[in-house]
């Protein structure tokens, strides 16, 4: 079949039109060609037109993310390059409306996009030479902001005008008024009303006063050169003329004009807007990985957090005042983090001492990095041994040299803070005095696997291959997180239940829908069961025991918080490069940290009551200042009872002793002491047993005491002193012990 083409068609059916004689089909060709040319240009042109329809659209610009505290304290907003928070017109005084009105687009009510005495008044001043002033009409400004790209060209000014005009079709006044407030720059990041209140007044749109919105609504037109804080004398004269012309247009009367005025306004600070920076990062990480970037920029999330900004605050304070008089034991940095250890909220999260910091990497979160946790991690370790009752509270360990031999590798032998040994040690003054030997024997008990697993159990999550580690483990050679601490810790606080930390209680969309909550109370109600009440009873009242750490600590350490059970256990590293404190109450958990983010070591005499001990006193003290803390409460499955204080076993009417009382989950209170009187072959220059060959030549028997524990039997407590510059050489156990 012939094809028949569009203009041939439309040429056949335009002949049979009777036409005047003048009409060639030429010229007829010509007409159809012009009119298609047209039709094709305006469809090229027009495609590509925005639909003023999104304008009113949820979604339909850009919308920061608001980070608030628990009571509800903006702590950041995240956007990308536009900070924006939408505001309901009716929702702002009148008098913001009214000055935008004034200086912007006075007859804004009185035409339909376009002001033509404006756009004459423009003309002419251009063409005379006179100051350039513009004529654009609020809906103009809207769809140049909203709708199209910044360049001035021939074709955008047809598409403003195409645009303008629709608006007006499609929106009320109001609307139009409400999406430019919305929609304007005011200098910087600023976008919109209420964005502006707060960069510039730290406070709501709908609190403004008329000389606050005067003077805001005169930026629009050349932020930075209006900007009240960069040219102050500049945004001054701004904010005059449109006060002089709220008075012309008859707004506000003379009077108020002249009280805004003179009106001395007080600007929000500009050098930061951000509060609780690490824990606003750690938010904002989590939102990330939730909702991704684009819609956490842009999406206009509202973001209720379990941060206490006030309890923040001090903390921060307090960390950062203690450090002034720690750079004496070089010491640069600190980091503190504050839970509630029944339900998980992190209520503090300080990674350290200052954020904006360059010289000590202020902006690195010690909270959520690897470190070494010294002697806090003993608790772990301790708890292990309880809940499978291999020790308990008074269960006696040997505190003499030893050393442990290692498949490959050179022998463990373990010493003491103070390089002392001290005989008999019951557990219970072993872990509250930190001694190092009863705890490398505790976990030698244990099996390192066996530690490994129920640290991972507890909350430790970094520690992944047991081959890494060794012995030293217990002493904090294995690195950890403080957030995992936290977790690990507050398991003895929360009677043996785990409960993961959350530091995010409620997430909203900008129309108020919640897309995620968690419910504070749902925290221990679903934790995970991962230690017996028992257990974390007794580690909780050993580190609250404050007789138990006094041979270490003294009487009257800062580990004692006036009037308050708390729990508390220190820890430093054989480096010196962290030293840590850690303690709780059933609803309340603080970890301290000081140290150098280098790992540089501290002075020799940093210790857990020298550095990290006294932030934690001070913050725990303010933060328990209106709480009672009732002593721990003991569980059916605890009983007590009185121990010899050298063996730790029950009292023998045969061979009488001197007792302390003690707590024991049932069954477990040990009966068979492991001292006893036996003849032994002393060496007569030592007065000990040979500890060599040679000394087996000069020997002699004797009747003494002596004392076996699980890796030593008969040693002998109480011979006479070694002679001086005798050094009395370990006991050396077996790797397949």
């Given at each position: 079949?012939?094809?028949?083409?569009f203009?041939s068609?439309l040429?056949?059916k335009?002949q049979?039109?009777t036409?005047?004689?003048k009409?060639?089909?030429?010229?007829?060709?010509?007409?159809i060609l012009f009119?298609?040319?047209?039709?094709?240009g305006?469809?090229?042109?027009l495609?590509?037109?925005?639909?003023?329809?999104n304008?009113?659209k949820?979604?339909?610009?850009p919308i920061?993310?608001?980070?608030?505290?628990r009571?509800?304290?903006?702590?950041y907003?995240?956007y990308?390059?536009?900070n924006r928070?939408?505001i309901?017109?009716?929702d702002?005084?009148?008098?913001v409306?009214?000055?935008?009105?004034?200086i912007?687009?006075?007859n804004f009510?009185k035409?339909h996009g376009f002001d033509t005495?404006?756009?004459?008044?423009?003309?002419?001043?251009?063409l005379?030479g006179?100051?350039?002033?513009?004529?654009?009409?609020i809906t103009?400004?809207l769809v140049?902001v909203a709708?199209l790209?910044?360049e001035?060209t021939i074709?955008?000014?047809?598409?403003?005008a195409?645009?303008?005009?629709a608006?007006e079709?499609?929106?009320?006044k109001n609307q139009?008024?409400?999406?430019?407030?919305n929609?304007i720059?005011?200098?910087g990041?600023?976008?919109?009303?209420?964005?502006?209140?707060?960069?510039?007044?730290?406070k709501?749109a709908?609190?403004?006063t008329i000389?606050?919105?005067s003077?805001?609504?005169?930026?629009?037109?050349a932020?930075?050169?209006?900007?009240p804080?960069a040219?102050?004398?500049?945004?001054k004269?701004?904010?005059s003329l449109v006060?002089?012309r709220?008075v012309?247009?008859?707004?506000?009367t003379?009077?108020q004009?002249k009280t805004a005025?003179?009106?001395e306004l007080?600007?929000a600070?500009?050098?930061?807007?951000?509060r609780a920076?690490?824990?606003?990062?750690?938010v904002?990480?989590l939102l990330?990985e939730?909702?991704g970037i684009?819609r956490?920029?842009q999406g206009?999330?509202?973001v209720?957090t379990t941060l206490d900004l006030?309890l923040q605050?001090?903390?921060?304070?307090?960390?950062s005042?203690?450090?002034?008089?720690l750079?004496?034991?070089k010491i640069s940095?600190?980091?503190g983090?504050i839970?509630n250890p029944g339900t998980?909220?992190?209520?503090?999260m300080?990674?350290?001492?200052d954020y904006f910091?360059?010289?000590?990497?202020g902006k690195?979160n010690?909270?959520?990095?690897?470190r070494?946790?010294g002697?806090s991690i003993?608790?772990l370790n301790?708890?292990?041994g309880?809940?499978?009752k291999?020790?308990?509270?008074?269960?006696?360990?040997l505190?003499?040299p030893?050393?442990f031999d290692?498949?490959?590798?050179a022998?463990?032998c373990?010493?003491?803070?103070d390089n002392?040994?001290?005989?008999l040690t019951q557990?219970?003054f072993?872990?509250?005095?930190?001694?190092?030997i009863a705890?490398?024997?505790v976990?030698?008990?244990?099996s390192?696997e066996?530690?490994?697993s129920?640290?991972?159990k507890?909350?430790i999550?970094?520690w992944?291959?047991?081959?890494?580690?060794g012995?030293s483990?217990t002493l904090?050679?294995?690195?950890?997180m403080?957030t995992d601490m936290?977790?690990s810790?507050?398991?003895?606080?929360?009677?043996?239940?785990?409960?993961p930390l959350h530091?995010?209680l409620k997430v909203?969309?900008n129309?108020g829908n919640?897309?995620?909550?968690?419910?504070?109370?749902?925290?221990?109600r679903?934790?995970?069961?991962?230690l017996?009440?028992?257990?974390s009873?007794l580690i909780?009242h050993?580190?609250?025991d404050?007789?138990?750490?006094?041979?270490?600590?003294?009487t009257?350490s800062v580990?004692n918080?006036?009037g308050?059970?708390?729990?508390?256990?220190?820890?430093?590293t054989?480096?010196?490069?962290?030293?840590?404190?850690?303690?709780?109450?059933p609803?309340?958990?603080?970890?301290?940290?000081v140290?150098n983010?280098?790992?540089?070591?501290?002075?020799y005499?940093?210790?857990g009551v020298?550095?990290?001990?006294?932030i934690?006193?001070?913050?725990m003290?303010?933060?328990?200042?209106?709480?009672?803390?009732?002593?721990?409460?003991?569980p059916?499955?605890?009983?007590?009872?009185?121990?010899?204080?050298?063996?730790?076993t029950?009292p023998?009417?045969?061979s009488?002793?001197?007792?302390?009382?003690?707590?024991?989950?049932?069954?477990t209170v040990?009966t068979?002491?492991?001292?006893?009187?036996r003849e032994?072959f002393?060496?007569?220059?030592?007065h000990h047993?040979?500890?060599n060959?040679s000394e087996?030549t000069?020997?002699?028997?004797?009747?003494?005491?002596?004392a076996s524990?699980?890796f030593?039997k008969?040693?002998?407590?109480?011979?006479?002193p070694?002679p001086e510059?005798?050094?009395?050489?370990p006991?050396?156990i077996?790797?397949?012990?």
């Amino acid at each position: 079949m012939k094809q028949i083409s569009f203009l041939s068609l439309l040429q056949s059916k335009l002949q049979k039109k009777t036409l005047p004689p003048k009409y060639s089909n030429q010229t007829i060709g010509i007409v159809i060609l012009f009119t298609i040319a047209i039709i094709i240009g305006l469809f090229f042109f027009l495609k590509d037109l925005p639909s003023p329809a999104n304008l009113g659209k949820p979604n339909s610009y850009p919308i920061s993310t608001k980070i608030l505290d628990r009571n509800g304290e903006l702590l950041y907003e995240i956007y990308d390059d536009q900070n924006r928070t939408p505001i309901k017109i009716a929702d702002l005084p009148e008098y913001v409306k009214e000055a935008t009105i004034s200086i912007e687009d006075k007859n804004f009510f009185k035409h339909h996009g376009f002001d033509t005495g404006g756009i004459l008044r423009a003309a002419w001043k251009t063409l005379t030479g006179q100051r350039l002033e513009g004529g654009s009409t609020i809906t103009q400004q809207l769809v140049k902001v909203a709708l199209l790209t910044p360049e001035r060209t021939i074709s955008r000014k047809i598409k403003e005008a195409i645009l303008t005009v629709a608006t007006e079709v499609l929106y009320s006044k109001n609307q139009i008024l409400e999406m430019y407030l919305n929609h304007i720059p005011y200098g910087g990041t600023a976008y919109g009303i209420e964005a502006a209140a707060h960069r510039f007044f730290n406070k709501d749109a709908k609190d403004l006063t008329i000389a606050e919105a005067s003077l805001l609504a005169g930026l629009p037109q050349a932020p930075s050169k209006y900007s009240p804080l960069a040219n102050p004398d500049s945004a001054k004269s701004r904010q005059s003329l449109v006060l002089d012309r709220m008075v012309q247009d008859k707004y506000i009367t003379d009077e108020q004009a002249k009280t805004a005025s003179s009106e001395e306004l007080k600007f929000a600070d500009s050098g930061t807007d951000i509060r609780a920076p690490h824990f606003v990062m750690y938010v904002r990480q989590l939102l990330e990985e939730t909702y991704g970037i684009q819609r956490l920029e842009q999406g206009g999330l509202r973001v209720t957090t379990t941060l206490d900004l006030k309890l923040q605050d001090v903390a921060q304070a307090t960390l950062s005042a203690e450090l002034v008089s720690l750079k004496k034991l070089k010491i640069s940095n600190g980091a503190g983090l504050i839970t509630n250890p029944g339900t998980g909220e992190i209520l503090t999260m300080i990674g350290s001492k200052d954020y904006f910091s360059t010289d000590i990497d202020g902006k690195v979160n010690v909270t959520t990095r690897l470190r070494q946790p010294g002697s806090s991690i003993k608790p772990l370790n301790y708890a292990l041994g309880l809940e499978t009752k291999v020790i308990t509270p008074s269960t006696m360990l040997l505190d003499t040299p030893i050393c442990f031999d290692q498949i490959n590798q050179a022998d463990y032998c373990p010493k003491n803070y103070d390089n002392t040994f001290r005989g008999l040690t019951q557990i219970r003054f072993a872990l509250g005095n930190s001694y190092n030997i009863a705890a490398v024997k505790v976990l030698a008990l244990n099996s390192l696997e066996g530690f490994i697993s129920f640290g991972r159990k507890m909350g430790i999550t970094t520690w992944n291959d047991p081959s890494r580690y060794g012995l030293s483990i217990t002493l904090g050679g294995g690195e950890v997180m403080m957030t995992d601490m936290a977790t690990s810790f507050g398991v003895f606080a929360n009677q043996g239940i785990k409960v993961p930390l959350h530091a995010i209680l409620k997430v909203q969309d900008n129309m108020g829908n919640t897309l995620e909550e968690y419910n504070p109370e749902d925290g221990k109600r679903n934790g995970e069961k991962v230690l017996s009440e028992e257990t974390s009873f007794l580690i909780s009242h050993i580190l609250s025991d404050n007789n138990a750490r006094s041979a270490a600590f003294g009487t009257n350490s800062v580990l004692n918080v006036p009037g308050k059970t708390v729990s508390v256990k220190t820890g430093t590293t054989n480096n010196l490069r962290d030293n840590w404190t850690i303690g709780y109450t059933p609803n309340l958990l603080i970890a301290t940290w000081v140290g150098n983010n280098d790992s540089s070591p501290m002075s020799y005499v940093a210790s857990g009551v020298t550095g990290a001990s006294p932030i934690w006193q001070k913050i725990m003290k303010y933060a328990l200042r209106d709480v009672k803390t009732p002593g721990l409460e003991k569980p059916d499955g605890i009983e007590g009872a009185s121990v010899c204080s050298n063996s730790g076993t029950l009292p023998n009417p045969d061979s009488p002793c001197e007792t302390r009382y003690e707590y024991f989950i049932k069954g477990t209170v040990p009966t068979q002491s492991g001292i006893s009187k036996r003849e032994l072959f002393v060496n007569k220059t030592t007065h000990h047993p040979p500890n060599n060959e040679s000394e087996f030549t000069d020997v002699e028997p004797r009747e003494q005491t002596v004392a076996s524990d699980p890796f030593i039997k008969d040693y002998c407590i109480d011979c006479e002193p070694y002679p001086e510059g005798y050094q009395e050489p370990p006991i050396t156990i077996p790797a397949t012990q």
